[in-house]
């Protein structure tokens, strides 16, 4: 088994003290920091998957994207250099009146380990404040809204249109239980994720 193999394997199954470890061995054999950060989204895009079929649930998946965490620390600085492998700046934040954030941290993670930066508003985000994020950080080209609730909705809707009134070129992505895709369509969101690894998947598409 190649190291780069090695790393998906365990990234996979969430071994956060072999990962980085693994990560500089993987870099030691030659291998492109670009191509094992990919092995790594790839992995988490496997456990994605997983979670979306509930074969595992949100502790195995928070521990494997904990793991990636650690080989992207490895690989951050080799990457800082290389622009191709930035989406650009993401905010991301539940909105107002819902205090939820497990599903909103994974969605953070896996975004952020498929190349972007991101700046997290953290919980019961006024809409407003979605518009100033954007004004106050350089290259953002995507916004990120999850709405746990169902009494969230609305606050979610307002949101999506208040970003898209200020006019200003960014994408938005809207998620969380009770969203749908025929919701998101509705409320004027560019594009809708029904959990963390297909969160990031549609990122990468939508601002491609």
Partial sequence: MSKIQEVKAKVEIGKTKLVPGLVQEALDEGNAP???????????????????????????????AKAMAKGVDVLRPLLAGDTSASLGTCIIGTVAGDLHDIGKNLVSMMIESAGFTIVDLGVD????????????????????????????????????????????????????????????????????????????????EMVA
Avoid: H, W
């Avoid at 369509?185 to 990468?204: L, Q, R, T, Y």
């Fill in 125 to 204: 985000v006024p809409a407003e404040r979605f518009v100033e994020a954007i004004k106050e950080n350089e290259n953002v080209t995507l916004v990120a809204c999850s709405g746990l609730l169902t009494t969230t909705m609305p606050a979610l809707k307002e949101a999506v249109q208040t970003i898209k009134a200020s006019g200003l070129d960014v994408k938005v992505i809207v998620g969380g239980a009770p969203v749908t895709p025929e919701y998101a369509a509705e409320i004027g969101a560019d594009g809708f994720a029904p959990d963390a690894g297909s969160a990031a998947v549609k990122a990468k």
């Fill in 34 to 64: 670009g191509e094992i950060l990919q092995a790594m989204v790839d992995s988490m895009s496997v456990v994605g998957e997983k979670f979306s079929s509930g074969e595992i649930f949100v502790p195995e998946m928070l521990i494997a």
